[in-house]
């Protein structure tokens, strides 16, 4: 659980995961299922109403706000699914924020850019601003600079999501590179199949649980059938409720405006379902 203001929100419970340094690890789970609130737990930026969080044998769950400002800046780097790049900054910009936040001399900042740059093959971008990069090119800038202060742990939230597979394959290229090379221990959230096996393990989140382990050689049983099962079922109750509501407009028990608004309803929360179908190669 973890605590928004005045509501606590049960999002994880009964979760225990551990995860060796240098690991390359994906998360997989339907939405909802705790995916994101365990990265923003596990890098600092939520705080659990219970439970114990160990990195290197620090107890971060014990550390106060201020303490946990360092642990964000040196000891975890974030690549946001929003990317987080400010849009009004250059790429070498938007990569050196980290290190400014951080204290890093000019000169070190100066060295260290022009170092990620040419690990993301982007000194010829190095000027631009995201809105003149392409989404790849943007994807790597944010990887950049979650690499920006040198932390052993990157945590990646869907850092495919909004690209094509193409695309998607460069991103896991260089991923797999930062993991294998710079030895950082990455753990990524992610819906793709194709994402999770180039990765050395994937874990599998259900309701806020993590309910399986499983190596890329066993990605198609990943995925339990009951879990599709319960997606095609979700889906064909949609289905119904639709027809119930033409039947409902038809005997005239709704107004125009009414059937409309039910109808846009129904249909995005089944396109949900399908999406999340479609994400698991199944439909």
């Known amino acids: 659980m973890y605590r ?26 339907s939405s909802g299922a705790g995916k994101t609130t365990l990265l923003n737990i596990l890098g ?14 620090v107890e971060i769950t014990g550390l106060s706000w201020e303490k946990l ?43 260290r850019v022009n170092e990620l740059l040419e690990i993301v093959q982007l000194t010829h971008r190095s000027t631009h601003r995201p809105s003149e990069l392409s989404g790849g090119e943007q994807q790597r800038v944010a ?6 202060n040198d932390p052993p742990i990157i945590l990646a939230d869907e850092p495919t999501g909004e690209l094509d597979s193409e695309t998607s394959k460069v991103i896991m290229d260089f991923l797999v590179h930062i993991n294998q090379e710079y030895k950082k221990t990455i ?50 109750q949609f289905d119904e409720l639709l027809a119930s509501l033409d039947e409902r407009f038809k005997s005239q028990e709704l107004s125009g405006d009414e059937y409309t608004m039910e109808r846009i309803k129904i249909i995005a929360a089944k396109q ?11 439909g």
């Open 69 to 111: 400002i360092p642990y964000r800046r040196r000891v975890v780097g974030h690549i946001f699914q929003s990317l987080n790049l400010l849009p009004t900054l250059s790429t070498a910009e938007n990569i050196a924020l980290p290190m400014i936040l951080d204290g890093v001399s000019k000169n070190e900042r100066r060295n």
């Open 44 to 57: 600092g930026l939520d705080q659990p109403t219970s439970g114990q969080i160990w990195v290197d044998e």
């Open 143 to 148: 990887i950049a600079a979650a690499l920006a």
């Open 272 to 282: 949900a379902f399908l999406d999340e179908m479609h994400r698991y190669g199944t």
């Open 187 to 236: 753990i990524l959230v992610t819906h793709n199949p194709l994402v999770s096996a180039v990765t050395q393990r994937i874990l599998r989140i259900e309701d806020g649980r993590i309910t399986g382990s499983y190596l890329p050689s066993d990605l198609g049983s990943a995925i339990p059938i009951s879990f599709i099962d319960r997606l095609r079922e979700r889906i064909k």
């Open 4 to 29: 928004m203001e005045d509501i606590e929100i049960r999002a994880i419970r009964g979760l225990s995961l551990e995860v060796n340094e240098g690991e390359l690890v994906s998360i997989m789970g």
